[in-house]
């Protein structure tokens, strides 16, 4: 069965710089979640989607947007990224109030 | 806000143990709860998803129970194997705004040695 696809898996960035996270929902899955979890820290929820509006905010700095395309794929845009940024950066899909399938995670290091 | 807590947070047994992982929220109002394992650097794989109206689920090994009054579920490991080795992750969730949103415990590291 399809999965989650988050890329890339690993990314490595300057203090400053950006990155851009990826992730493709499962097939008619229609609302995206994205997740942070920092070094032995427990999942936090960033922001969520629902066919491509914003549904929910969590504690997504201002640094960081996000936004879901028409065919429902994500981007996580962080700007000005600082060290306490890297983290494991997971995606979520599932179809409407329902239960969320977890991708493999982007792992963010920041230097 | 919903604060859930996860005891205890490391633990390490060996081979053929059978174990109790407990998890603790403080608002009942959550719609479903959620157990995960995680390995180390890797992505959530659900292990068993509990509705709000139901008391435990089972698979294989594993047997979760709810109890929502008092904010507690339990997860059940029946004669561990080094390969239950992970990190075990509860979660809460609540309806906001239209979508499911968790909360997350903190885990716990589980180490089962031959």
């Known amino acids: 069965a399809a999965g989650v696809i988050q890329s890339p898996r690993h990314l490595i960035k300057e203090k400053r710089e950006t990155a851009t996270l990826k992730c493709y929902p499962i097939?008619?899955?229609?609302?995206v979640y994205w997740y942070q979890q920092g070094p032995g820290q427990d999942p936090q929820f960033l922001i969520s989607?629902?066919?491509?509006?914003?549904?929910d905010k969590g504690s997504i700095p201002d640094r960081f947007s996000a936004q879901q395309f028409s065919d429902y794929h994500s981007e996580l845009n962080m700007s000005s990224l600082e060290l306490g940024d890297s983290a494991l950066y997971f995606c979520?899909?599932?179809?409407?109030?329902?239960?969320?399938?977890f991708g493999p995670g982007t792992r963010l290091t920041v230097l | 806000k919903q604060e859930v807590t996860q005891i205890p947070a490391a633990l390490s047994v060996p081979e053929g143990e059978n174990l109790v992982l407990n998890c603790s929220f403080t608002?009942?109002?959550?719609?479903?709860l959620q157990w995960f394992r995680q390995d180390p650097g890797k992505g959530l794989t659900s292990l068993l998803l509990?509705?709000?109206?139901?008391r435990e689920q089972t698979s294989g090994r594993l047997n979760a129970s709810l109890d929502k009054s008092s904010g507690r579920s339990t997860l059940y490991i029946a004669a561990s194997q080094p390969g239950d080795s992970a990190t075990y992750l509860c979660?809460?969730?609540?309806?906001?705004?239209?979508?499911?949103?968790?909360?997350f415990g903190r885990g716990t590291s589980l180490i089962v040695h031959p």
């Open positions: 979520a899909s599932s179809p409407v109030a329902n239960e969320q399938f």
């Open positions: 097939p008619r899955h229609d609302t």
């Open positions: 989607f629902y066919e491509k509006m914003q549904s």
């Open positions: 608002d009942s109002a959550i719609y479903n």
């Open positions: 509990i509705q709000s109206s139901q």
């Open positions: 979660a809460v969730w609540r309806l906001s705004g239209g979508s499911y949103i968790p909360t």
